[in-house]
């Protein structure tokens, strides 16, 4: 637009003026026009200055001189408001950063301004009309019967401000009166400039820190008084921190059990008791030449002890290390989105919120979280070198047990350091705000972040893609902050939700007599690919982890058959017989030290080969928990809450995964869970089943202690058998992609209307979300939940979640791939 001519002051009746200045002081470019690019602007300008956009345009029979009475549209106070915006605002600096293509905007912004000038010079020739047209009195009622359904079932007294406060699209007619075209002109530059934009360079991105205009989250919202509300102030979201200690609020500094103080200090004891008894072993039996005599052979109490109660122990400490690297992996995107700083939450959204395999780990996460985990990442390593703590010496003509002094000063070691990593982890937790009121461990909880949300408005189209690398490049420089908010407008109180700082919030429009949400500027309802997509069984199934392709779980099967078929022949092949033992082909007399090269190569390497097996069954077993809900919603007639959205199963312990698992009927997840706890088992037992023994015809051999093996080859066939209960029924796993971040996840609820219903309303608690969910209807029947395609809040159609029969809305359209 050219606004070269225009000039615009404020009157008291707080509607803009449209004065006619024959000047070229104010050239036409780019720079003079301010515009937004993630929120739609204010009708009434925010300021007087020339690169403010017109919204509308006013009748010259209602144009009043300037000169009788203005405004100022920033008072005295102002700068103290804004805060940590003062530079800002002594600068004139934008406080939204607009990316966009310059050559782009410029050549349409000069088509756009030959069309403005051509059309003002008409409306500004014709004679005004000769009674007062009282048309946008009319448009500010409907604005306030149009408002946001939370608004208006909090009841809000009717204010004075501009119709501009309210973000609704207008239904009355122009008739005439030329501003309705200059703001359809406007929302035009917005989507070129959305359509065009790039990604400024990443050190101009956190120095400007466009996503945060108007912050007040260095103070309560009991110290900072909320700005006075003016016609001119859009509905943005605005970071607060409420009085603690408050019931009306609730304090968001959750913390999952395995990480509150009580939880580390009983880790770090445990660490403590394992390094003591590893010092006064190594400290006693250099000093004592050996620890006590041998006596019982491999079958007796001392053998148990010296082979087998070392890596139990070490099991127990590593099986509650696993569970810390647990929660903290659950937890760290809420927390990372819970600070103050944008680049901590920039990469919030894409961070797992499930455990990963310690086989290929992966570090996500402030410094500190980063070399904690890698600390108790070590604690893989303790229980096969358990296995290997203790041999035999020669001492005086006699056998002793002995501690190998360099296996017990490295497990020494490597306690300290996960007795370190426990410290980092209780000292980062503590007093930690992590952004939660309780624990996020289902669907719902997730789903519960989401209703009075702002920042859905660039997820239009991220539910059919392929992957999350697709959804970052789409949804690039975000930094999504969870916590409490306000807006300008006083009466609407704070509201606890993931949030955009600065960006405006939804808007509506009234179409049917019913209230829906503006489609975003970038949906195209007429894109006929994305809806041919969204109907693709290819789409709909075509993402699984790799290691539960089909590929891959038969080739683990057949592996794992071939495998232990060829353990079976040679330990029970007379030939090859396993209780018979078998040459060590190394040297196994201990030195001075303890140290056997066949104790340790028959200790260490089966042992470590047990570990693998353990670790690479879990992610086997966490991808069944966490797609469970997926497959449930994914049935053709949907599913309940407690079988869908509040299952839980990739925060429970083992066996409390196996119990729930078993009361909502979903064997598979039971049995996974319950083998992947027992299979911790193989390395437990490996690193004490062989043993250097001389035999009766004289030669020393490796011999095998056989009740500890039986259990191994009962544990590999159980192995077996939970990699053939893979293999059917894999197919409604599939989704569009992936679910491990919560970007992926709120891919599927976007546009789902489930945001409105009050089940998911500002919920006081875990409790009370479970209890709104469960809720009966009034026939006795139960809300339902499937995966489909239905019509979204906005009126496009979207992929995700919805609840099944809905009234006066298109059913879910259940995709079935067979």
Known sequence: MNLGDLDIH?????????????????????LNVRLEADRTPSFASSTSDPATVVRWQTPPSRIRSPEHSTETLRPDNYAQQIGVNEAAYRSDTPLVGVRFDEEQIRSNEAQASRRDRNMDNVSLDSSPPTPIDDTPYIRFAIDQLTRDEDIRAMQRPSTTTSSDSYPVER?????????????????????????????????????????????????PVTNVPLRQHRTSDPEVFIPVHPPLNTPRYPDLTFVPTMLRLP????????????????????IYSSYNHGLVAWSGGI?????????????????????YVQGVMSAMTRI??????????????????????????????????PMIINVAYSFLWLSVFTVPLQGCLFSVVEVDGAWRWTTVQGVAWTLVGVYILIFVGVGLVGLFFTSRTTGLMWDPRSLADIVALLPRSNCLRDYPGTDIMRKKEDIRYKLNLRSDRLGYWRTPNETQGLFYCVGEEGASTRQYTLNAGKLHEKPSILDDASDVEKAAELYNTNTRYRYIPWFLRDTFVIFWTVAAFFLLLALFIISFLPSTAIRNGFDPLVDVVSNSAGWSPANFLYSFIPSIIGMILYLFFQPLDMAV????????????????????????????????CTLKALA????????????????????????????????????VRMIPNLPSFYIILSLLILYLFGLLILIPNRHSMHLPHGVDCLVEIFSFVYGSQILDDAAFRAPKSKADLATRLMAEKVRGERNRWAFGVYRGRNGMECLGIERLGRRGVQDVMVISGR
């Open 332 to 365: 760290m995107p809420y927390t990372l989105m819970a600070m103050d700083d944008v680049e901590s939450r920039t990469n919030a959204l894409f961070i797992d919120i499930f455990p990963r395999s310690m086989l290929w780990p992966k570090w996500q996460g």
């Open 263 to 282: 939880s580390t200090i009983m880790l770090s004891c445990l660490c403590l008791l394992m390094i003591a008894a590893l010092m006064f072993c190594a």
């Open 171 to 219: 239904i009355v007619p122009d008739n005439g009166l030329g501003y309705m075209s200059a703001a359809e002109r406007e929302r035009e530059a917005l989507a070129l400039i959305r359509k065009h934009r790039s990604s400024p360079a990443e050190g101009r991105l956190f120095a400007f820190n466009a996503t945060r205009p108007l912050s007040f989250a260095d103070a």
């Open 625 to 656: 928990r966490k797609l469970q809900p997926w497959t449930e919603l994914g049935r053709p007639h949907g599913a309940i809450a407690e079988q869908s959205l509040l299952l839980d199963y990739p925060a429970c312990a083992p066996l409390t």
């Open 299 to 319: 079958y007796g109490g001392l053998y148990f002890v010296f082979s087998f109660l070392p890596q139990l122990l070490a099991a127990c400490i590593f099986i």
């Open 10 to 30: 404020i009157v008291h009746n707080n509607r803009p003026q449209l004065n006619h200045v024959l000047t070229d002081d104010l050239p036409v470019t780019p």
């Open 664 to 699: 909502n009927g979903h064997y598979r997840v039971a049995m996974l869970s319950l083998l992947s706890f027992l299979f911790i088992l193989l390395p437990t037992l490996a690193g004490g089943i062989f043993f250097p023994l001389t035999t009766p015809s004289g030669p």
